[in-house]
């Protein structure tokens, strides 16, 4: 069973603040990595993807890959109340499989 | 583009009685899955199409779950007969079959079985 492991929190922080979000993922052969927010009773929305080393900056999300060390983050910048929700990390192993973390629950506080 | 659709949105069943689920991909998608998740946890995979082949069935509970997507596009998932652990929200997404295209949700059905 191919693993993605995310610290569940929950994670609060300040409005205005930075919010770091962790993933770890155990097969080397992922290729693609998605972050995706999902509001409580709402479905998983993508907000970020990455696919090679280094960091992808969009609006106020910048995602971090480490492939070397099988580590994917996610950091929001001037967190807003409207970014509370639960952040997913997701990997794409062969075959186009999709394998989920639990989900780090984050609170941003006015 | 429209979005997956799914039907319906919220089920309260009986244990022991049986419950179908719909769900239509995005246009031209050819992977579909159906994923399970119980409340405060992750998505987690129950079976994989592509068109209508099965690329992935290990986790999906075969003695009360099956599924099926017999033209490639649109899939059925359906319990029989439900336990009290089958409580949860079915999300159904799809995707392209390429390389780094993400997964797109539906807004899934939230089954309660009392």
């Known amino acids: 069973q191919k693993e993605v492991e995310q610290n569940s929190g929950p994670l609060s922080v300040p409005e205005g603040a930075i919010a770091s979000l962790n993933c770890t993922y155990s097969?080397?052969?992922?290729?693609?990595f998605f972050w995706y927010r999902q509001y409580s009773g709402k479905s998983p929305e993508l907000i970020m993807s990455?696919?090679?080393?280094g960091d992808k900056e969009d609006g106020r999300f910048t995602a971090q890959l480490n492939k070397a060390s099988q580590y994917v983050s996610l950091l929001i910048r001037d967190s807003q109340p409207s970014d509370s929700a639960t952040y997913l990390c997701a990997v794409n192993s062969a075959g186009n499989q999709f394998y989920f973390g639990t989900g780090t629950s984050l609170t941003v506080i006015p | 583009e429209a979005g997956v659709a799914q039907s319906p949105r919220y089920k309260i069943i009986e244990k022991r009685q049986s419950v179908a689920f719909w769900c239509n991909p995005i246009?031209?998608?050819?992977?579909l899955y159906w994923y399970q998740q119980i409340l405060g946890q992750g998505p987690k995979l129950l079976i994989q199409f592509q068109n209508n082949g099965v690329v992935d069935d290990s986790q999906l509970p075969k003695d009360r779950f099956s599924a099926e997507r017999l033209k490639g596009v649109d899939s059925t998932l359906k319990i029989q007969p439900a336990k009290l652990e089958d409580s949860a929200v079915y999300l159904c997404?799809?995707?392209?079959?390429?390389?780094?295209?993400?997964?797109?949700f539906g807004n899934g059905t939230r089954l309660t079985v009392t």
């Open positions: 997404a799809s995707s392209l079959f390429r390389g780094n295209s993400p997964l797109h």
């Open positions: 097969d080397r052969g992922s290729q693609s």
């Open positions: 246009s031209g998608h050819a992977t």
């Open positions: 990455i696919y090679s080393n």
